[in-house]
């Protein structure tokens, strides 16, 4: 096994233990806010490739990530997916890997995705009425991807986690249906604050919501804030003693979210990105063509670290270079 070396911090004395890793921008859904007029190609599709992927985590591993989360886009996508999952399960130093899909596939998949070392798995629902969720996503699949979750649940992973981006329009049905959800099931629905991006002003404008109205309703029904590990990412979880699940709360836009930032991004392409509405990135991919080049990955990944903020501009209305959470991987 790769020895340890010095931990990953920032100038904030921030510890960074886990990695957002893209591996494709195309996605088959039209969300309302982010992809409204579906996927539309700007370049040749050249993502990073298995033995890139194998290359990049394994520098990180050996600086203190043991966590690994394959986004998008949607990766299901790809048809080397699995490929991908065990080239980052099999990685010295790696306990969780992890992926966030929209769950179109995820019935047929599963095994195949668990097989190759999958541990944990998030599943984007927006909506448990069939009619919302055909409105924001594009596509009648709702039952479909809840027979994806309900499997899972069963499987061998070692958590199942729902998003849900906390829309105005939907916000306002309120929250007892997801309560209902997650009474006999062990998973954690989070909801997301929606946020700002290049392409969605309008769309935020109108459908912003507070995370707000997410903690007055659970803490009016008796939930109460769960312990945080670690390795968590920026949701912040209720339980309840008569539910099995959980119900959070990942709110960017609350004072003080990004005190406790321990995840860093890499794009499809190979930009590492310091920030989900940061500017630019730095390129990794020339780096990625050999295992020779290990130690200067690892170098220009600390160096890129001096350079991280201490907080997004959503406030100030600045998504940075964002155009769309396909993008980047959200």
């Known amino acids: 096994m790769t020895a340890p070396l010095r931990p990953l911090t920032d100038g904030y004395e921030r510890r960074f233990r886990y990695l957002r890793l893209s591996v494709t921008e195309v996605c088959n859904f039209r969300c309302t806010y982010c992809l409204p007029d579906g996927y539309r190609k700007t370049g040749p599709l050249h993502f990073l490739e298995p033995d890139e992927i194998g290359r990049l985590v394994a520098a990180f591993a050996p600086m203190g990530l043991a966590k690994v989360r394959?986004?998008?886009?949607?990766?299901?996508?790809?048809?080397?997916?699995?490929?991908?999952?065990?080239?980052?399960?099999?990685?010295?130093?790696?306990?969780?890997?992890?992926?966030?899909?929209?769950?179109?596939?995820?019935?047929?998949?599963?095994?195949?995705?668990?097989?190759?070392?999958?541990?944990?798995?998030?599943?984007?629902?927006?909506?448990?009425?069939?009619?919302?969720f055909e409105a924001i996503t594009g596509h009648d699949r709702l039952?479909?991807?809840?027979?994806?979750?309900?499997?899972?649940?069963?499987?061998?992973?070692?958590?199942?986690?729902?998003?849900?981006?906390?829309?105005?329009?939907?916000?306002?049905?309120?929250?007892?249906?997801?309560?209902?959800f997650v009474r006999e099931r062990s998973v954690s629905v989070r909801f997301i604050e929606l946020m700002r991006t290049g392409d969605n002003k309008a769309f935020f404008e109108a459908q912003h919501a507070s995370g707000n109205s997410v903690r007055d309703w659970l803490t009016a029904h008796g939930w109460s804030p769960a312990e945080r590990s670690a390795d968590d990412g920026p949701a912040l979880e209720y339980i309840h003693p008569d539910h099995a699940g959980r119900i959070g709360l990942i709110a960017p836009y609350a004072p003080g979210f990004c005190d406790s930032c321990n995840r860093?991004?890499?794009?499809?392409?190979?930009?590492?990105?310091?920030?989900?509405?940061?500017?630019?990135?730095?390129?990794?991919?020339?780096?990625?063509?050999?295992?020779?080049?290990?130690?200067?990955?690892?170098?220009?990944?600390?160096?890129?670290?001096?350079?991280?903020?201490?907080?997004?501009?959503?406030?100030?209305?600045?998504?940075?270079?964002?155009?769309?959470?396909?993008?980047?991987?959200?």
């Open 264 to 330: 860093l991004r890499v794009t499809a392409r190979g930009r590492m990105r310091l920030c989900l509405f940061g500017d630019g990135g730095v390129d990794l991919r020339p780096l990625l063509q050999s295992d020779d080049d290990r130690g200067e990955l690892q170098s220009r990944i600390r160096e890129a670290l001096t350079g991280k903020a201490r907080t997004h501009g959503l406030h100030q209305d600045d998504p940075g270079a964002t155009r769309n959470l396909s993008l980047v991987g959200g």
């Open 70 to 132: 394959l986004t998008g886009g949607e990766p299901s996508v790809r048809k080397d997916l699995a490929e991908i999952i065990a080239r980052a399960a099999m990685t010295p130093g790696i306990a969780k890997t992890c992926m966030t899909t929209n769950g179109w596939n995820l019935a047929r998949k599963l095994d195949e995705w668990t097989g190759a070392g999958l541990t944990h798995l998030n599943v984007s629902i927006d909506s448990l009425d069939r009619a919302g």
């Open 143 to 180: 039952h479909a991807v809840l027979d994806g979750v309900d499997a899972a649940l069963v499987s061998s992973l070692k958590s199942v986690k729902v998003n849900a981006v906390l829309l105005r329009e939907t916000a306002e049905v309120g929250f007892a249906h997801w309560a209902e």
